[in-house]
C-alpha cells in the first residue's frame, strides 16, 4: 500500500499560479500510474492529469496547456504546476496510484481510461484549492 499526502493548497486570485506536491511512502511498484483528481462542490470528482512510471504524462482537455506534472529524481514526490488559474478550477485536489500503470483495461465490460477513479487503489485526504475571480 502507498500512502499519499497532498500539499500546496491555498486561494489564488484568477490568472494566479499554484504547485501542489503529492509525497508517496510505503511500497511504490516499480510500474505504477499516479494521478491527480478534483472534486468540486456538488460535482462529481474528475481526472485532472496522470504520469506513468516510464514518465509519460497525460492531461484532462481542461487542464492542457496550463498544467504540468513533474517528479523528483527518485520519484517519491509527485508534483503539480498549475497556471492561468480559473474560478472553475477551485476544487479538493487529490492524488491517487495505480498498481497497474496508466494504459486503459478491459473488465467486466467497462473500459477503464487513465481517468477513471474507479481503477486507482490509493488515496491522499486532499487539499483545497480557491480561485477567486
Known amino acids: 500500500q502507498v500512502q499519499l499526502v497532498e500539499s500546496g493548497g491555498g486561494s489564488v486570485q484568477s490568472g494566479g499560479s499554484l504547485t501542489l506536491s503529492c509525497a508517496a511512502s510505503g511500497y511504490i511498484p516499480s510500474h505504477y500510474c499516479m494521478g491527480w483528481f478534483r472534486q468540486a462542490p456538488g460535482k462529481e470528482r474528475e481526472g485532472v492529469a496522470a504520469?506513468?512510471?516510464?514518465?509519460?504524462?497525460m492531461y484532462a482537455d481542461s487542464t492542457k496547456g496550463r498544467f504540468t506534472l513533474s517528479q523528483n529524481n527518485d520519484k517519491t514526490t509527485l508534483y503539480l504546476k498549475m497556471n492561468s488559474l480559473k474560478p472553475q478550477d477551485t476544487a479538493l485536489y487529490y492524488c491517487?496510484?495505480?498498481?497497474?500503470?496508466?494504459?486503459?483495461?478491459?473488465?467486466?465490460?467497462?473500459?477503464?481510461?487513465?481517468?477513471?477513479?474507479?481503477?486507482?487503489?490509493?488515496w491522499g485526504q486532499g487539499t483545497q484549492v480557491t480561485v477567486s475571480s
Open positions: 491517487a496510484t495505480d498498481y497497474a500503470g496508466c494504459r486503459p483495461f478491459y473488465r467486466g465490460g467497462y473500459t477503464y481510461t487513465v481517468f477513471n477513479e474507479r481503477r486507482y487503489n490509493d
Open positions: 504520469i506513468a512510471s516510464d514518465g509519460t504524462t
